[in-house]
Nanobody
């Protein structure tokens, strides 16, 4: 079983950048497809980005495409979410998740496909 811990959130202004980190312990992250989700107050948790087990495939929500990048450092057992050109509507708790579903090229996008979750890190973008 893998344990996930997110960090890197904070309060920023519109147009700023942040890099979120998800550090794993217990298992090697390359065993899993990895995803980032976010949840704003009063809203359902939504998909942001995912990375396949093999690391060669990515998927992004339309709302973040071109601004967010998911990546993985196997040596550090860490997954990143690089966020640029942040907007107030990006304000949410951001959650890292790990999935065993699918092939090495598959990028899961549904919350039900992820078995392991971190506790989240808050991102607040002021206008």
């Amino acid at each position: 079983q893998v344990q996930l811990v997110e960090s890197g959130g904070g309060l920023v202004q519109t147009g700023d950048s942040l890099r979120l980190r998800c550090t794993a312990s217990g298992r090697t992250l390359s065993t899993y497809a990895m995803g980032w989700f976010r949840q704003a107050p009063g809203k359902e948790r939504e998909f942001v980005a995912s990375l396949s087990k093999g690391g060669s495939s990515t998927a992004y929500a339309d709302s973040v495409k071109g601004r967010f990048t998911i990546s993985r450092d196997n040596a550090k057992n860490t997954v990143y979410l690089e966020m640029i050109s942040l907007k107030p509507e990006d304000t949410a708790g951001y959650y890292c998740a790990a999935s065993l579903v699918g092939t090495s090229y598959y990028t899961p996008v549904a919350t039900r496909q992820y078995a392991y979750w971190g506790q989240g890190t808050q991102v607040t973008v002021s206008s």
